[in-house]
């Protein structure tokens, strides 16, 4: 059973950074897309940044610029660089694995990580 575990969480001040991990615990990473996803108190789950084999990534509008979504496919890994936190970027941020033809904008498919808690406040 391949299981994914994000780390990289915690508590940051506004306008600094964080990097997210996420590690996959078997040898289907390489083949598959990674994305991250964030659900806030109150709200929906929603994409954050997505990744294919191939290098390909999208993300969500308010955090292009900001974030960076990456991969090592040596170290079965994934990424997210997030630059200038804002207030409105805490959440429990979620890895995923997914088919890579997948689209990114369905939020309850693929193979899914615990989840990191990133608080963004002063």
């Known amino acids: 059973q391949v299981q994914l575990v994000e780390s990289g969480g915690g508590l940051v001040q506004p306008g600094g950074s964080l990097r997210l991990s996420c590690t996959a615990s078997?040898?289907?990473?390489?083949?598959?897309?990674a994305g991250w996803y964030r659900q806030a108190p109150g709200n929906q789950r929603e994409l954050v940044a997505g990744?294919?084999?191939?290098?390909?990534?999208v993300y969500k509008d308010s955090v292009k610029g900001r974030f960076a979504i990456s991969r090592d496919n040596a170290e079965n890994t994934a990424y997210l660089q997030m630059n200038s936190l804002k207030p409105e970027d805490t959440a429990v941020y979620y890895c995923?694995?997914?088919?890579?033809?997948?689209?990114?904008?369905?939020?309850?498919?693929?193979?899914w990580g615990k989840g990191t808690l990133v608080t963004v406040s002063s």
């Open positions: 990744i294919r084999t191939d290098g390909r990534t």
């Open positions: 995923n694995l997914r088919t890579n033809s997948a689209s990114f904008s369905d939020t309850d498919m693929g193979l």
């Open positions: 078997g040898s289907i990473f390489s083949l598959n897309a």
